[in-house]
């Protein structure tokens, strides 16, 4: 028995019965894996607590060395070929509750980037941001550089310094960084990003 359910044109959430054990395979974007796996557990363990059940299920992921074995997380070894159950990259962002990129620090030269549209916006951005803006002179043509200058004091502040914040930024001035906002949402779901942001060491 399975239960697909497509999210958009591209992005699936897959549920498998496999009897002995559940399969999930999720093919949205990477930064929504924690989200997904805590609203499954949740739903595992409310329909263990209604039928008077244990909960006592574990978090597993195919074995990369044998079809038929898996690796238990937070074991030493998998189940059946005794090989080593560290967590790969494929899955690490499945299993670890800390991987929310929006909690990330962003790069000076993807905020740059993703912003420089709206570069002529920079005093507003960095009053958003809480940093100083009033000596930045606003002379024609300066305004990416001042662009620059802003967050790049705003990384160095080493305050509130997150995707999250950023996209505040955006959602408190709809009018002015709505496409800002959607660049940014597109850029944090990109495999570009979970490289950069998720799976660095």
């Not at 929504?32 to 059940?53: E, F, G, Q």
């Not at 009053?127 to 043509?141: Q, R």
């Amino acid at each position: 028995m399975s239960l697909k359910i497509m999210i958009t044109s591209k992005h699936s959430f897959h549920l498998i019965n496999r009897y002995t054990h559940i399969e999930v395979y999720f093919t949205g974007p990477t930064r929504r894996c924690p989200l997904v796996r805590k609203l499954l557990t949740t739903a595992i363990n409310n329909s263990s607590d209604a039928m008077h059940l244990k909960r006592n299920y574990v978090n597993a992921f195919a074995c990369p060395y044998n079809e038929s074995c898996y690796c238990i997380v937070n074991e030493d070894d998998c189940t059946v070929c005794g090989k080593s159950s560290d967590i790969s990259s494929d899955y690490s962002t499945w299993f670890d509750d800390a991987q929310d990129i929006l909690d990330k620090k962003p790069k000076l030269t993807d905020l740059h980037r993703l912003f420089d549209s709206s570069a002529g916006d920079y005093m507003i951005i960095g009053a958003a941001l809480k940093v100083k803006v009033d000596d930045l002179p606003p002379t024609p043509g300066t305004a990416t550089n001042n662009l620059l200058i802003v967050f790049k004091r705003w990384i160095e502040s080493n305050k509130g310094v997150s995707w999250r914040n950023a996209l505040r930024v955006c959602k408190d001035y709809p009018d002015k960084f709505g496409r800002v906002m959607a660049d940014v949402d597109k850029f944090l779901e990109s495999d570009r990003a979970c490289k950069e942001y998720l799976l660095v060491n």
